[in-house]
């Protein structure tokens, strides 16, 4: 069992930067992937990254690569996602979600938490 608490969203303009962290309990969290997914008001919850779990490997989405980069410390049983360059359409609800394998679908992954939201202003 593996349960996740994200922090670090907020309120930023257009340009700017935010660091989401994701906390997560359990003493299994280094065996796991992490993905990041976002949710937009009215639009199905999309992946944004994913990391392996010794980080080893990374997956972007088109939309965020080059701006947001994602990284764990398996140590502290964190992973982050840096995000910069933000735009209007990142805003949504930031969900950091486990899985056995690395994927970008929702449904390979078991556990999630109960979001932050991101919203950037123009």
């Known amino acids: 069992q593996v349960q996740l608490v994200e922090s670090g969203g907020g309120l930023v303009q257009a340009g700017g930067s935010l660091r989401l962290s994701c906390a997560a309990s359990?003493?299994?969290?280094?065996?796991?992937?992490m993905g990041w997914f976002r949710q937009a008001p009215g639009k199905e919850r999309e992946f944004v990254a994913a990391?392996?779990?010794?980080?080893?490997?990374?997956y972007y989405a088109d939309s965020v690569k080059g701006r947001f980069t994602i990284s764990r410390d398996n140590a502290k049983n964190t992973v982050y996602l840096q995000m910069n360059s933000l735009k209007p359409e990142d805003t949504g609800v930031y969900y950091c979600?486990?899985?056995?394998?690395?994927?970008?679908?929702?449904?390979?992954?078991?556990?999630w938490g109960q979001g932050t939201q991101v919203t950037v202003s123009s």
């Open positions: 990391i392996s779990w010794s980080a080893g490997s990374t």
């Open positions: 979600a486990a899985s056995r394998g690395l994927g970008s679908r929702v449904h390979n992954y078991d556990y």
């Open positions: 359990g003493r299994t969290f280094s065996s796991y992937a």
